[in-house]
T-cell receptor
């Protein structure tokens, strides 16, 4: 089974902090994604990566950056956290081709 | 415009009732994929089914069934004899051939199954 692991289930940070959310997958998938999930808005794509060191902006990249130095790891960075970034963050991966995405358990991030 | 619309925000049923979750999509591509995911309270999205645009056959898996109708751009999901463990948020998603990296998710339908 594919395993997508997010480093934290719950995280509380302060406004202005630099926040790192880590995601690791164990199936050698090329594609990795970061979404945020908010009530009534479904999943919105922040960034995705289709290869090491490659990244593309999704629908809501403002205030975020990403890093993919190794194939298995995709990090989401909040450069200067703000309260409107309080949300559930979901990481996903899938291999080449029309395959379903596999998701991690999510990180509930609160910015105080 | 929304690519995937799940008009039902929340549905409540009593155990053993049948329930249908609606999904309407919009695309100009002739080749595309449709997905359903389940998100239980634990948070992880669990993949349920993938359908490509050339396969309109309905699918049944145990108590779950899916009705794909291109004529109405719908991909509805029915749970027969619902159980409390079916309580979750269900998401429908679309992936188009022009950019299969991009998944368009609906806003989700929260299903409450009461004992």
């Amino acid at each position: 089974d594919v395993k997508v692991t997010q480093s934290s289930r719950y995280l509380v940070k302060r406004t202005g902090e630099k926040v790192f959310l880590e995601c690791v997958q164990d199936m050698d998938h090329e594609n990795m994604f970061w979404y945020r999930q908010d009530p009534g808005l479904g999943l919105r794509l922040i960034y995705f990566s289709y290869d090491v060191k490659m990244k593309e902006k999704g629908d809501i990249p403002e205030g975020y950056s990403v890093s993919r130095e190794k194939k298995e790891r995709f990090s989401l960075i909040l450069e200067s956290a703000s309260t409107n970034q309080t949300s559930m963050y979901l990481c996903a991966s899938f291999p080449r081709g029309r395959q379903p995405q596999h998701f991690g358990d999510g990180t509930r991030l609160s910015i105080l | 415009a929304q690519k995937v619309t799940q008009a039902q925000t929340e549905i409540s049923v009593v155990e053993k009732e049948d329930v249908t979750l609606d999904c309407v999509y919009e695309t100009r591509d002739t080749t595309y994929y449709l997905f359903w995911y389940k998100q239980p309270p634990s948070g992880e999205l669990v993949f349920l089914i993938r359908r490509n645009s050339f396969d309109e056959q309905n699918e049944i898996s145990g108590r779950y069934s899916w009705n794909f109708q291109k004529s109405t751009s719908s991909f509805n999901f029915t749970i027969t004899a619902s159980q409390v463990v079916d309580s979750a948020v269900y998401f429908c998603a679309l992936s188009e051939a022009r950019n299969f990296n991009k998944f368009y998710f609906g806003s989700g339908t929260k299903l409450n199954v009461k004992p």
